[in-house]
Structures are given as structure tokens and as C-alpha cells.
């Protein structure tokens, strides 16, 4: 998946938005002037703010891969309340968990990160904030994947990591963000 590939700019989500939000969500700082500017409810608001502890979550996902290439338990979740006040986005996030895992290509120099996300809802006007997020999170995880496997001397997997497929899949899917 290149970074064309999750690239979607709309009248909501000009290409600029989309760079804000991913790099917000990805614990990178932002201008408080493009918060002011890109931020609003109807562009996600809280139910789309996945930034807590991303880092932290960035590096476990790195730590497992580069121990354990074959697993499974690399995930990212997102908290949500256990017991969500209906009347709060912020209880209910749309984004649940990505799962990732490496798959060899042919050449097995090559290995494709690819991930499943689960989403609790999907306005597909929010679609485009979204998908740059988990690309630019996939590149991410890919770069910090290269250098880890290059810095541990592994041998095996000392190949190429490139960000490989998405399977997405959202339990409800709507046009547009209703509150």
C-alpha cells in the first residue's frame, strides 16, 4: 500500500486535515493553530480521538514483531468506557483494535505488514481522516519495524518490511456522522 493509497482529500478533509489528524492521533505535536482550524465535531470529534498512549502502543507492537515475527498479539486497542454513557462520544470510540502481522513475500526478503482495524461505526464521510490515520500508522510501525530489525542484527528478518494490506472492517456503516 503506498501512501497514495490512503490518501482520500474531500471539502471536509482537504489533504493538509488529514496530515494534522494523523500526526495528532499518532502522538506527534501539532500546531494549536491547525487544531483550531481542522478540529470539530463534525470532523470526528472525540469519538475519533485515538492518540492516548499511542506511542507507547507503536513500541509494543515494534517490540513483538521484532521478537516474535510470526505472532499475532501485535494489537493496538483502543480504550473505550466499559460501561459507555450513550450521550458521550467520547465513551464510545469508532475505532476498536488493529491487529498486525508480517507475511513473507515470495522473494522472503520481502515481508508485507499488514493489518485488520475494527470499527464500531463508519460515517463514510469520516472514511478519509480514518484510512490516512491507520496508513500513516502502518508506515510508521513498517519504518520503526527496518530499523529494529536492522539494529538487533537479525538476520532472518533483516530484509525489506513495506506496509502490505488492510482488511477493514466496520460493524455499521453510514453516509454521514449523525449525533
Not at 493496538?76 to 458521550?88: C, D, G, L, Q, V
Not at 527496518?146 to 528478518?157: E, L, T
Request: charged share 25%; net charge negative.
Amino acid at each position: 500500500m503506498s501512501n497514495s493509497s490512503y490518501v482520500f482529500e474531500t471539502n471536509l478533509f482537504p489533504l493538509e486535515a488529514l496530515k494534522v489528524y494523523s500526526a495528532y492521533n499518532l502522538e506527534q505535536p501539532i500546531e494549536e493553530q491547525d487544531r483550531l482550524k481542522y478540529f470539530s465535531a463534525h470532523r470526528g470529534g472525540s469519538q475519533g480521538d485515538y492518540r492516548d498512549g499511542m506511542q507507547k502502543k507503536i513500541e509494543n507492537v515494534v517490540d513483538c514483531l521484532t521478537k516474535f515475527p510470526k505472532s499475532k498479539r501485535a494489537l493496538i486497542t483502543i480504550p473505550n468506557t466499559s460501561f459507555p454513557s450513550h450521550s458521550s462520544d467520547e465513551d464510545a470510540k469508532c475505532m476498536r483494535e488493529i491487529h498486525f502481522y508480517l507475511e513473507e513475500e515470495g522473494d522472503t526478503t520481502t515481508m508485507n505488514l499488514n493489518a485488520t482495524v475494527w470499527m464500531r461505526a463508519q460515517a463514510a464521510e469520516i472514511f478519509p481522516k480514518n484510512i490516512h490515520f491507520i496508513g500513516s500508522l502502518m508506515d510508521d510501525i513498517a519504518m520503526k519495524l527496518n530499523s529494529s530489525f536492522n539494529n538487533a542484527g537479525n538476520v532472518k528478518n533483516s530484509g525489506k518490511i513495506i506496509v502490505g494490506k488492510l482488511y477493514y472492517l466496520a460493524t455499521t456503516l453510514v453516509s454521514v456522522r449523525e449525533d
